[in-house]
């Protein structure tokens, strides 16, 4: 599976942006497929994540701005961000596995396959 990330760019605080997964040979009938965030000099962070139900799962500090989706059939997820803020300043790293529980959702271990990141800049 090759993840394909792209949308980052540079805005003003209050501005949106939508981040594009395309996903190779991932159907998105299994698993899940998340979105992560790492500030400069911080850890990589879960973002939001889509199961293969649909139900989705988002990090406290995004929930209500963010929106986690996915289309089957153009076998891509989007992460679509409003209201950003300063602090959403990140390369945002898409990532997806057909064997993620529930309860590993939320954790970078669970997936094993990764985008290259694109990145968010958000001025004030």
């Known amino acids: 599976v090759q993840l394909q990330a792209s949308g980052g760019g540079s805005v003003q605080a209050g501005d949106s942006l939508r981040l594009s997964c395309v996903a190779s040979?991932?159907?998105?009938?299994?698993?899940?497929v998340a979105w992560f965030r790492q500030a400069p000099g911080k850890e990589r962070e879960f973002v939001a994540a889509?199961?293969?139900?649909?139900?989705?799962y988002y990090a406290d500090s995004v929930k209500g701005r963010f929106t986690i989706s996915r289309d089957k059939v153009k076998k891509t997820a989007y992460l679509q961000m409003n209201s950003l803020k300063p602090e959403d300043t990140a390369v945002y790293y898409c990532a997806a596995d057909a064997g993620v529980i529930q309860s590993g959702l939320r954790l970078m271990s669970s997936y094993d396959h990764w985008g290259q990141g694109t990145q968010v800049t958000v001025s004030s």
């Open positions: 040979e991932y159907t998105f009938s299994r698993g899940a």
């Open positions: 889509i199961k293969w139900s649909g139900h989705t």
